[in-house]
């Protein structure tokens, strides 16, 4: 008798092949995603943080890093720890470096000029470590590391901003009688004839003269970021000659406090870096300015948690391993102007002057000067076509003391 071959038997047959390709398929899409990570982002569930810093929490500098755990935690919570080792001298980084990697660090970052050698020494010994540098110009030079990078805000935004308050306040004095154009003296405390000083204090003065076009700077270099007695010493010894604002880029609140404590025939106010001196000189404090650096920091730990190139994932002004950024990314912050003591224009003046570095219509490295190298003096600079500032790096490159406008002491 004949077999019937009804066509239910028939569909019953083509499920079993129908079957076999899908669990392949099941097996093989599992395969690709889980084990090869194609299409599927893995993220770490914990990343620690290490911070090798140069000060303390009694430093400007160094505090103005350390702010950033709140960041942190404000954005990732509990998944982040953060670890720190402070005052480490340059001779000693090495072995701090070892320290932190050793405790298990994701991600280290430095904030001393001085350690970029030994960052990037480090970073090569340790792969699967990133370290990220304030400063610094190493990161693209050969070898490169894919885990050393370097970073630094446009200061010089800053800079400029607030030399636009304290001119604002000079002119303010000549207007009232209380100084003369003569006596448009700015005091600023260097640590060294560097680029990364030059530039600052040069932004600054420009800045100044952009609203009191008399003003004149002296400068006094102490060789030491951080040593309190220098800046107090170089401190009072401009205000003796007349300054009427007294700023620095060295870390201690010794100007601020050498302003609150004047007692001479001229009036004097300073203007500080990186750390509101509103506690330290609340008489005397104009305006403050400071590098955020919670926008880079977040980025890239942010990076390190997707296992993500740090230069994909952070916003600002790129070039190889290396990132900078001002006003425009939030990288530059200005502290509120103090308005019992500041000109009335101020807010007005400090606003327009943001949004110019935004909309790119603000150029400082500008005007009828002359620059002279320090190292050369054959190495000369004029202004009539403008220096563009971080333009190929975040490394300050201005090096240039502007003839007959900048007395260097």
Not at 180 to 190: E, P, Q, R
Not at 304 to 330: C, L, M, N, P, W
Not at 377 to 394: K, V
Request: proline share 4%; net charge negative.
């Amino acid at each position: 008798m004949k077999a019937r071959v009804t066509k239910r038997m028939v569909n019953e047959k083509n499920k079993i092949p129908a079957a076999f390709i899908t669990a392949l398929l099941t097996i093989l899409i599992f395969y690709l995603l889980h084990f090869q990570g194609i299409g599927v982002v893995h993220e770490r569930d914990h990343v620690k943080v290490g911070m090798l810093c140069i000060g303390d929490e009694s430093t400007p500098y160094s505090e103005n890093l350390m702010r950033i755990e709140d960041d942190l935690t404000a954005e990732f919570g509990s998944r982040v720890t953060v670890t720190y080792d402070k005052n480490v001298p340059p001779d000693h980084a090495a072995e701090a470096l070892d320290l932190l990697v050793s405790s298990g660090c994701d991600i280290i970052f430095s904030n001393g000029r001085e350690y970029g050698e030994v960052m990037k020494q480090t970073a090569q010994k340790n792969p699967d470590v990133e370290f990220c540098q304030i400063g610094g110009t190493n990161a693209n030079e050969l070898p490169v590391f894919n885990n050393y990078h370097t970073f630094a805000s446009k200061i010089h935004e800053g800079w400029y901003a607030a030399g636009c308050v304290a001119g604002l306040k000079m002119q303010k004095l000549i207007s009232d009688g209380k100084i003369s154009d003569d006596g448009a003296w700015i005091g600023y405390i260097g640590e060294q004839s560097d680029a990364e000083t030059i530039s600052a204090y040069t932004a600054f003065l420009l800045g100044a003269r952009s609203q009191c076009p008399s003003a004149r700077m002296r400068v006094k270099y102490t060789s030491s970021i951080s040593g309190y007695r220098e800046a107090l010493k170089s401190s009072e010894g401009l205000i003796n000659e007349g300054c009427v604002i007294i700023s620095q880029n060295t870390d201690t609140a010794a100007p601020a406090e050498a302003c609150e404590k004047a007692d001479l025939s001229h009036p004097v106010f300073h203007v500080g870096c990186n750390m509101d001196m509103l506690s330290a000189a609340p008489n005397t404090s104009l305006i403050g300015m400071r590098s955020d650096w919670s926008p880079y920091i977040c980025a890239a730990v942010s990076a390190v948690f997707k296992d993500k190139s740090i230069e994909d994932v952070v916003v600002g002004s790129t070039h190889g391993q290396d990132v900078s950024a001002g006003f425009d990314r939030g990288w530059v912050k200005m502290m509120e102007p103090n308005h019992v003591i500041a000109a009335e224009e101020s807010d007005e003046v400090l606003n327009r002057t943001i949004t110019g570095f935004e909309n790119g219509s603000v150029h400082v490295f500008y005007g009828d000067y002359t620059g002279v190298s320090p190292d050369d003096p054959n190495d000369t600079l004029t202004l009539s076509t403008e220096y563009r500032e971080c333009e190929n790096g975040s490394a300050p490159t201005f090096h240039y003391i502007l003839k007959d406008i900048i007395v260097i002491e």
